[in-house]
């Protein structure tokens, strides 16, 4: 948290008139069967658009401009929600490396946007419209230009391919809609502020097929831009090695919703091998040193100074508060908001600025937003703080909800902290609910604010030697060394030559 203001199915009558008997469908079935069909190639008429990469038609419920529109929406909601990496050097690389990559895609002329995500989850991801995005997380385990490029050509591939919308054609189509998943279910959804098709399009996972295409069009755009094509096949491998996990602000990492193909290593590099015979005496560029020089000062890993967990409490230095958080309950910490789901992810709190100026004006906007019954509510001090308390239930599509409710005046902030079930669960939450809201107080312990985070820091070998060795007077643990070697793509008695730039871990 930044300090920052159904299925399709037929249901046919059981009785009634005589079924014809050659057909054996009722006459009113026959009727119906034929508007459907009728309907269905009506909207295939005008729904048919070529694709860009393939040059074939297909069926598309999302025009070019409909594309536009959500991208331009989605971005917002990530923005918002995960927030923007603040370098504004390494932002503008990352645009120049992508638009070099637009140039020779098959979408050049459109506006493609290309930021850097304030997160240190291993991902990498596009929105259709145009917009690209890369973590720095992800940024941290690259080595080069080349593999930079690879991976921002898949992801422009994707974009130019169309297949997110390819994959939110196919959601309506069938009417199922679009879910975040086990660890987001609709009802947190509903006070964490997700659009319906927006941010969701982040949790859609691309096909096996898409990935094959997107690896191809990585291959081919970086090519044509003048990198090293197979270098696109060194980020696989790190990924690999590194199994990433999602992150503590909840956003999904790449094999999460990048589906691994088979063979992907082997057929990205016979694609760039292809791509060079093809084209004799094209240029190459790896550029290792200009891009590592690029990441130094990089923040790496969680960002204590957003927020941080230690032991059972949540601080956030800048801010300047805490919290108890109960024992078994994940905090999922973005940019706008602190999401805490208990352990059987039936249970919730959440703690978001308000955009209201007093704690009354705030809680009667989210009873009347929410159309939500208020079983009590009384103003009182809680910690220092002036706080309206609610104790409410609503009604939703998953059920009938109850929960707390605590709006706090801190400064010139509002902050809402809510928490809620099912009502069916609410007895068996509502003690450790009630404990954490409550516990809501100002942070004063310096040890606690002062905090720094991890950095990557670029060095440069002195001798030639192994990789364990050039580590050695940094004193790092066992496993620190194991993430620094993967962070270079290499083994800890792999040889590195005198002058070779690294990448270590430092504060």
Not at 285 to 304: C, I, T
Not at 380 to 394: D, H, P, S
Request: aromatic share 8%.
């Amino acid at each position: 948290m930044k300090n920052r203001n159904k299925k399709i199915y037929s249901s046919w009558p059981a009785g009634g008139q005589a079924h014809n008997q050659k057909s054996g469908r009722h006459p009113g079935q026959r009727l119906a069967l034929a508007c459907f069909l009728g309907a269905l190639l009506i909207i295939a008429s005008l729904s048919c658009a070529v694709n860009p990469v393939t040059q074939k038609r297909e069926f598309m419920l999302l025009s070019p401009s409909d594309e536009l529109s959500l991208g331009q929406q989605t971005n917002t909601e990530i923005i918002g929600m995960y927030g923007v990496y603040q370098d504004a050097a390494l932002n503008e690389y990352i645009s120049t490396v992508g638009q070099k990559l637009v140039s020779v895609s098959h979408q050049p002329d459109l506006p493609f946007n290309f930021q850097i995500m304030d997160s240190p989850v291993v991902n990498a991801f596009a929105v259709p419209g145009g917009y690209v995005y890369v973590t720095r997380g992800i940024l941290a385990y690259l080595n080069d230009e080349a593999e930079l490029a690879g991976t921002m050509g898949h992801e422009i591939g994707h974009v130019a391919a169309r297949h997110s919308a390819q994959l939110y054609t196919r959601a309506q189509a069938a009417q199922i809609g679009l879910s975040i998943g086990a660890a987001m279910s609709k009802t947190v959804q509903k006070f964490a502020g997700l659009a319906e098709a927006g941010l969701n399009v982040l949790f859609l996972s691309f096909s096996r097929d898409h990935e094959r295409q997107a690896d191809d069009l990585g291959v081919l755009y970086s090519s044509k831009a003048g990198y090293e094509g197979d270098h696109l096949a060194n980020m696989f491998v790190t990924l690999e090695k590194l199994n990433p996990s999602s992150g503590k602000d909840g956003l999904p990492t790449w094999l999460s919703t990048h589906p691994n193909p088979p063979n992907r290593i082997e057929a990205v590099k016979k694609a760039a091998a292809d791509w060079k015979a093809a084209n004799p005496g094209a240029v190459a560029a790896v550029n290792r040193d200009q891009y590592l020089r690029k990441l130094d000062g990089l923040v790496f890993g969680d960002d204590p100074r957003q927020g941080y967990v230690d032991g059972q409490v949540f601080y956030h230095p800048g801010l300047k508060f805490q919290f108890p958080v109960p024992a078994g309950w994940k905090v999922n910490n973005t940019a706008s908001q602190v999401q805490i789901i208990s352990a059987k992810e039936d249970a919730a709190m959440i703690l978001t600025l308000a955009s209201e100026k007093t704690p009354d004006e705030a809680a009667q906007v989210f009873v009347d937003s929410n159309k939500a019954s208020v079983l009590s509510s009384e103003l009182k001090t809680v910690n220092g703080f002036e706080t309206r308390k609610l104790k409410f239930a609503l009604k939703t599509e998953e059920g009938n909800l109850a929960g707390l409710a605590n709006f706090i005046k801190k400064d010139d902030r509002v902050m809402m902290f809510l928490g809620y079930s099912l009502e069916s669960q609410f007895n068996s939450y509502s003690e450790a609910i009630s404990a954490t809201l409550n516990g809501f107080k100002a942070l004063a312990d310096q040890t606690k604010i002062n905090v720094k985070p991890e950095r990557i820091k670029i060095i440069k070998a002195d001798r030639t030697d192994s990789l364990a060795n050039i580590l050695k007077p940094y004193s790092f643990n066992a496993d620190k060394q194991k993430q620094i070697a993967i962070m270079n793509a290499m083994e800890l008695s792999d040889k590195v030559g005198a002058g070779t730039l690294l990448k270590i871990i430092t504060k």
